[in-house]
């Protein structure tokens, strides 16, 4: 006969006020004894409170962020067996185990037991986890155990937990990612090239090093960056564009803007030359469907802006450049930047742009090859404008000349398409004018 069990937090020495991390079961839901029910996390280590029975979960009383300690109820379990006398302890580390290679063959996964998440390239030799990154990853026991089950190698698993924690759910995700791979896409470290993978240096061998962690940013976008420089087939074109009366307007309205609070900077003329010129070549502000069989075509014109952070490069987006003026454009950009320094940016601001501009000229250099930023087709790179004799039919005479730098996505625009774009814009910026058109 079924009977209710109310199953608590065991003793867990002088821990109190405990975090709870994650939340391993919901009401419904059949568990077998010792099953994992919920996480902890203390500062020393991470613990997991297991089931002392089998049965239903009837309700959950925690939630991620409670604040737990030794008694505290963590849910009702319907089961069919009695309670054992004594409550089990909570488990503070993961269980040493044999690392698991992977199969040689693809994996094919059946209910009996879940597949390998990777499989290595044919007549190679078995993969065995890096228990080095396995170790260090950043997972409850629990996920531990799941993905020892299942040969997944953590270290090589992006957590979405607080802390970047590594959830079940990713190990899951991780696993279907490896399993919908084309054959021979896993080689070569997962580039989709037949390549040997990476092996690792152990720098310390040829002199004194340090190591310092990657920020939150630059593991976040490197990924992304890494992802679209290897599926896009980028071309850059590189013009000049002469901006010295453009330049010279900017400066006589500058003084009267900084009265205001405003910073007058290039960068708006830019955005507002960038929309012309989208207008002008509609290809540029599109982006491929999800099948690649077709252009979205977008009838709005958000421009992206590459800003430089502490912690790294973000590219907020300005919408509706189109219907803003150039002095309701300083401002906000002059508003944003100081918000991304501070951290203080939400997701929303970094989505829906179809255009971005990454503007290096306060700091220096010439031409540069920008990485496009998907599922946008193109992006432009601004260098330092610079002072050179152009020959005006007569004579040479001095003119402040700005690098441009235009790469694009080579399977929506073709060479042409792009030099004319580049050669448009430049010919914009180079006549003020045009930006009322």
Request: a neutral charge; one cysteine or more; aromatic letters at 6%.
């Amino acid at each position: 006969m079924a009977n209710a069990i109310e199953v608590k937090v065991p003793d867990i020495g002088d821990f109190k006020n405990i975090p709870v991390i994650e939340v391993l079961v919901k009401p419904g839901d059949t568990i077998k004894k010792e099953d994992s029910l919920v996480t902890l996390e203390s500062d020393k280590s991470t613990m997991d409170v297991p089931s002392p029975a089998a049965g239903v979960v009837k309700d959950v009383r925690l939630k991620v962020g409670d604040k737990v300690s030794a008694g505290a109820l963590v849910l009702t379990l319907e089961a069919g067996d009695a309670a054992p006398s004594q409550p089990a302890a909570a488990v503070a580390a993961p269980v040493p185990a044999a690392p698991q290679p992977a199969k040689s063959a693809a994996p094919q996964p059946t209910e009996a037991k879940p597949a390998p998440a990777t499989a290595p390239a044919p007549a190679a030799s078995p993969v065995a986890v890096d228990e080095g990154g396995f170790g260090k990853s950043h997972a409850s026991p629990s996920v531990r155990r799941f993905a020892r089950e299942l040969g997944v190698d953590l270290s090589r698993v992006k957590g979405s937990g607080p802390k970047e924690r590594v959830l079940k759910d990713d190990v899951q995700e991780f696993v279907k990612a490896e399993l919908s791979r084309p054959a021979g896409a896993a080689a070569g470290g997962g580039l989709g090239f037949n390549l040997p993978p990476m092996q690792p240096v152990d720098f310390a061998k040829f002199g004194p090093v340090t190591s310092q962690p990657l920020s939150r940013i630059q593991k976040l976008s490197g990924g992304f960056l890494h992802r679209n420089w290897v599926s896009i087939p980028h071309v850059t074109q590189q013009d000049e564009a002469d901006i010295t009366e453009l330049e010279a307007f900017r400066k006589s309205q500058a003084r009267d803007a900084e009265k205001s609070g405003i910073k007058f900077t290039m960068l708006g003329f830019l955005m507002k030359a960038s929309v012309v010129a989208l207008k002008q070549f509609p290809q540029f502000n599109s982006s491929l469907s999800a099948d690649g069989e077709s252009l979205v075509l977008k009838n709005y014109f958000h421009i992206g802006v590459a800003v430089d952070t502490p912690n790294g490069l973000v590219v907020p987006v300005i919408r509706d450049v189109d219907k803003k003026g150039l002095l309701e454009i300083a401002k906000e950009l002059g508003e944003l930047s100081t918000r991304m320094r501070a951290g203080k940016i939400a997701p929303a601001d970094l989505q829906g742009g179809c255009f971005s501009i990454s503007s290096l000229g306060g700091i220096g250099g010439t031409f540069f090859t920008p990485i496009i930023n998907a599922p946008e087709v193109a992006i432009l790179g601004v260098g330092k404008a610079g002072m050179k004799p152009v020959w005006n039919g007569k004579e040479f005479a001095p003119r402040l000349m700005l690098p441009l730098s235009l790469s694009y996505d080579h399977r929506v625009i073709d060479g042409a398409l792009g030099a004319r774009f580049s050669t448009f814009l430049a010919t914009v910026l180079t006549d003020i004018r045009r930006l009322a058109l």
